[in-house]
Structure formats: C-alpha cells, structure tokens
C-alpha cells in the first residue's frame, strides 16, 4: 500500500472507488483514478511525492493514518461519509502531527443536515469542499504552500 517514503498521503474513504459511475450531478463524472493522477500532477508540479489509499473499511483507514506518523508531511483526506460520524478517524487523526487537509467534492454544508457536521474538520488545517475535481489540485497546493513555510 505504502511506499517508504512520501510527502503527501491522499486518503479516499469508502464507495469513492465508484466515482464516475453514478450521481455525477452531485460527484461529477471523473473517475478516483483521475483524481488521483491530477492530485499527482500537482504534487510534482511541486516538487512533492504523492502516495494514494482508497478503503471502504474505517479500520483500514485508520491504519492507513497510522502509517502515515512521521512518515509523510501531509495527508489530504476525503472520508467519504465517515466524515460525518467517524470518531475512529478523528482519533486516528489527532495522532497525526502533519498537516491535514480535509477534501471534499460536493459541498457538504449544502446537503442533508447529517452531512453539515464534520468530525475531521476540527483536526484539519482547512478544508476544500464543493469545487468538484478541482479540489484535488487545491488541496495539494495548499499542502505545498504550507510546507514551503
Ligand atoms: O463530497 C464528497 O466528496 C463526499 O465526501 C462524498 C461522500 C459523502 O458521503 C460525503 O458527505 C461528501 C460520498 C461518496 C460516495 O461516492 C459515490 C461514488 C459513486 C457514486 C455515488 C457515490
């Protein structure tokens, strides 16, 4: 899953391995896989190396975080909708001294009331939601302006 060294872990939460196949009202109709390749594009644009994780298991993403202490200066994050609920990842999460950066496609705020709270948001940095596929290369090029600090 992980390679040894990394500057940046994108993390993909459950079902968005099916992005592009339903609701791209909502989602868009990009697959994960081209999220990933304009995430990586933009990481060595900046000089950075990106790894990608998708799971759709909680566990596994908070596995996948606890690799990632003082392994990689950064993790971009959509939870999916463990978002919403996920106290196992806001723990994982707390852990974490890098810099976080909650990412999501749609804008949760303006969707169903369960989507207004978000339990990674508080351990986050920032957060980039509703600017679709967008929000990949933003994501990653906030993590980079944070790193040149
Ligand atoms: O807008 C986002 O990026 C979300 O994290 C997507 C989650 C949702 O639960 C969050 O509230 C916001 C859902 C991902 C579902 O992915 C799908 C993929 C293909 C078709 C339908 C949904």
């Not at 463990?82 to 723990?91: I, K, P």
């Not at 339990?119 to 929000?135: E, H, K, R, T, Y």
């Amino acid at each position: 899953m992980t390679a040894d060294t990394a500057d940046i872990l994108l993390l993909s939460g459950p079902n968005l391995n099916l992005l592009g196949t339903r609701e791209p009202e909502i989602y868009g109709t990009e697959t994960l896989a081209e999220h990933v390749a304009t995430a990586t594009k933009a990481a060595e644009n900046n000089g950075l190396i990106l790894e990608h994780f998708q799971s759709n298991h909680e566990g596994e993403m908070v596995e996948a975080i606890h690799a990632a202490r003082g392994r990689v200066a950064a993790i971009v994050i959509n939870p999916g909708a463990l978002t919403h609920y996920s106290w196992a990842l806001h723990d994982a999460l707390a852990t974490y001294a890098g810099i976080i950066v909650e990412l999501h496609l749609s804008n949760p705020k303006a969707r169903e009331s369960w989507r207004h709270v978000s339990v990674v948001a508080p351990l986050a940095s920032g957060s980039i939601v509703g600017f679709g596929g967008v929000g990949y290369r933003l994501a990653i090029e906030a993590v980079a302006v944070k790193l040149r600090k």
